[in-house]
């Protein structure tokens, strides 16, 4: 029997080895800048607070995701983000992403390993936004999942940026 294959699964591993060591490492901390035991003083920035999160996620959406990958994702709301959609529109941004990806093969443009670098990135988003509904209960560890969906979703904009500049091949 042969095992499950994830083609995401390291990408999955590490994102949640580096969401362990975040929570370990308590950035959502009052005092931020107090010194390790034995180590000089580190500045660690503070979480950015959900609603900002939440809107900087629908604006990726509505200015990246929604003209390079999927114009038929919904628009985000901005002012207001309702998590429970942000969600579904991150799973189906990576979804299109995947999709297209996997048709990017065949292209002649040389992108496709670029464009999966893309969709792996949108993966990671996607499931730290997930991660928000097992942190339910704990506020600070579900404002933590957002900022770190929010930090894969600007990777990818990045990474599409620098590589790759136009929209997926049709």
């Known amino acids: 029997m042969q095992p499950e294959h994830r083609p995401f699964h390291r990408c999955e591993d590490t994102c ?3 969401a362990r060591l975040l ?8 005092a931020p800048h107090a010194p390790a035991a034995g180590a ?3 500045h660690v920035p503070p979480v950015t607070p959900r609603p900002v999160t939440l809107a900087l996620i ?13 114009p038929t994702l919904p628009h985000a709301d901005v002012t207001a983000p309702e998590e429970r959609s942000l969600r579904y529109t991150l ?12 048709g990017s093969i065949r292209s002649t443009d040389g992108a496709a390993a670029d464009w999966w670098r893309v969709n792996c990135a ?13 942190a339910s209960s704990d506020g600070a560890q579900a404002d933590l ?17 620098d590589r790759i500049g136009h929209t997926l091949p049709q």
């Open 40 to 42: 000089a003083s580190v």
């Open 16 to 18: 949640a080895a580096t």
């Open 58 to 70: 629908a604006e990726h959406v509505n200015a990246w995701g929604r003209v390079v990958i999927d």
């Open 145 to 161: 999942w957002w900022y770190i969906a929010l930090l894969h979703l600007g990777h990818a904009r990045t990474l599409w940026k």
């Open 91 to 102: 799973q189906a941004l990576w979804e299109a992403a995947g999709e297209a990806t996997r």
């Open 23 to 30: 929570v370990q490492a308590d950035p959502l901390d009052p």
């Open 122 to 134: 949108l993966q990671e988003a996607q499931a730290a936004a997930h991660r928000t509904t097992l």
